[in-house]
């Protein structure tokens, strides 16, 4: 038998680890040098200073942050985000028609989902309006 990758006949379980990517963002920070107790600046100087952070590529759930209910079938409504549980993992949204909507994180796909169904629609965070 032929010890290759193309020719193995070894079958197992196809594993798919999704990462999310951390894309670098620039901040400027401004240091003031000689400031007094009360926090005025008594003038000596200020430096502006540029930093690169990581950041997540994609909106973080927050309450209050917008975001789009994709309904089985096509239709499309606004909606909000009412409550963040287990850590960003089940959130509550309100939509338009003012229906609220439980969506869990589905792990395999990393998107939000219906809690309890399959074919239940979907949610998308976007980003700050």
């Known amino acids: 038998m032929r010890l290759s990758v193309s020719g193995s006949r070894e079958a197992g379980p196809i594993v798919a680890t999704i990462f999310v990517r951390r894309i670098e963002r620039k901040v400027s920070v401004v240091v003031v040098v000689g400031a007094r107790a009360s926090g005025v600046a008594d ?3 200020a430096r502006s200073i540029d930093l ?3 950041g997540p590529s994609r909106p973080v759930p927050r309450v209050g942050a917008p975001a789009r209910i994709a309904h089985f079938g096509g239709g499309f409504e606004r909606g909000v985000v009412l409550a ?5 993992r089940r959130l509550q949204v309100r939509g338009e028609g003012g229906e609220v909507l439980e969506f869990v994180l589905n792990p395999a796909t990393a998107r939000f989902v219906a809690a309890g169904s399959a074919q239940g629609p ?3 965070l976007l980003g700050e309006s």
Not at 84 to 88: S, Y
């Open 43 to 45: 003038g000596r100087w």
């Open 52 to 54: 690169t952070v990581l």
């Open 84 to 88: 963040v549980h287990e850590r960003g």
């Open 122 to 124: 979907r949610l998308e």
